[in-house]
């Protein structure tokens, strides 16, 4: 069983920055897919991006491609999302996501969910 906390949210002006991370534990950390996920008040949880076993791929929404950048430490265990450019509609609960098999932007892939790190993007 793998838990998956996140942490790095808050309040940011738009144009601001943020960095999120999202810690991993229980599981062998390089042996899965590591994604982002959010979800807008009134709003399905979309996807934000994923990065492969070793960090050779990754895969961006187009809503956040050039702006956002996913990273992976596997000696540390963690996952990172850095935030640049930051718009209101960025405004969401981030969920980091951990999937065993394969690599994409289905939530259906994923097997495990953190609970969430909340964004929010000032006008």
């Known amino acids: 069983q793998v838990q998956l906390v996140e942490s790095g949210g808050g309040l940011v002006q738009a144009g601001g920055s943020l960095r999120l991370s999202c810690a991993a534990s229980?599981?062998?950390?390089?042996?899965?897919?590591m994604g982002w996920f959010r979800q807008a008040p009134g709003k399905e949880r979309e996807f934000v991006n994923a990065?492969?076993?070793?960090?050779?791929?990754?895969n961006y929404a187009d809503s956040v491609r050039g702006r956002f950048t996913i990273s992976r430490d596997n000696a540390k265990n963690t996952v990172y999302l850095q935030m640049n450019s930051l718009k209101p509609e960025d405004t969401a609960v981030y969920y980091c996501?951990?999937?065993?098999?394969?690599?994409?932007?289905?939530?259906?892939?994923?097997?495990?969910w953190g609970r969430g790190t909340q964004v929010t993007v000032s006008s």
């Open positions: 990065i492969s076993w070793s960090g050779d791929r990754v």
């Open positions: 996501a951990a999937a065993r098999l394969r690599f994409g932007a289905s939530q259906g892939l994923y097997d495990y």
């Open positions: 229980g599981g062998i950390f390089s042996s899965y897919v």
